[in-house]
């Protein structure tokens, strides 16, 4: 269980161009679903967080407008960069929270799944 | 202030040795979650072990142990028996639950490698 998808993988765009990436849950449903980005040899940047139904929120310095998320339902996330420059080439990588019962061996955990990432290249 | 310390960047271990990956935290939350996640070169960030605030025994799962100790805000992960599949980079990660966005906080990661 708790497998999160993200497509493409990879993607290769001309400058100027905008470029969609999507991620789901497979087998479980994600109110909220996180935005990342992560340079080479680099921990994880988080870039937004995304509310199904709601608009996303963006962690500092991340421009909105560049960066366009929509959670549209509870197994779908889109992210969307916008007239893409060479600068925004990066691995983006998405996950998705999972909100569990409390089972019999310990108390419910709220973990976040990861998708397998996207390698953006903007010549 | 950091929130979470790797102070490792790397590490070699040998193939069926055990190995501890550290992992220090800074919160005045009491209520939070601690997260070890395990990169491969393909990118993918694997969940491998959860230990909540509040548990009061170590979390295990299969080779991986959480030596958590709450006092000194440490939750360092003891990977047994090495394999050479284990060479990745290993993240730590915790979710302040006084924080309702239920975003992770990561640390820098430790790269391990696994020797033959």
């Known amino acids: 269980g708790a497998v999160v998808s993200q497509h493409p993988s990879r993607v290769i765009c001309k400058s100027g161009t905008s470029v969609k990436i999507e991620c789901r849950s497979l087998d479980f449903q994600a109110t909220t679903m996180f935005w990342y980005r992560q340079f080479p040899k680099k921990s994880l940047m988080l870039m937004a967080t995304s509310n199904e139904g709601s608009k996303a929120t963006y962690e500092q310095g991340v421009e909105k407008d560049k960066f366009l998320i929509n959670h549209a339902s509870l197994t779908l996330s889109t992210l969307t960069v916008t007239s893409a420059h060479p600068e925004d080439s990066s691995f983006y990588i998405c996950?998705?929270?999972?909100?569990?019962?409390?089972?019999?061996?310990?108390?419910?955990?709220?973990?976040?799944?990861f998708g397998p990432g996207t390698r953006l290249t903007v010549l | 202030a950091q929130k979470i310390t790797q102070t490792q960047p790397g590490m070699f271990v040998q193939e069926k040795e055990a190995v501890t990956l550290d992992c220090t935290y800074d919160?005045?939350?009491?209520?939070?979650?601690l997260f070890w996640y395990k990169q491969p070169s393909s990118g993918e960030m694997i969940f491998l072990i959860y230990q909540g605030s509040y548990d009061q025994q170590n979390a295990t799962e299969g080779r991986y142990s959480l030596n958590f100790q709450k006092a000194r805000k440490s939750a360092n992960l003891v990977i047994s028996a090495s394999q050479l599949g284990d060479s990745a980079m290993y993240f730590c990660?915790?979710?302040?639950?006084?924080?309702?966005?239920?975003?992770?906080?990561f640390g820098s990661g430790t790269r391990l490698l696994v020797r033959p």
């Open positions: 919160t005045s939350d009491p209520s939070y979650g």
């Open positions: 990660a915790m979710r302040e639950d006084q924080d309702s966005s239920y975003k992770l906080i």
């Open positions: 996950s998705a929270r999972e909100v569990e019962r409390y089972t019999s061996k310990r108390w419910g955990t709220d973990t976040q799944y």
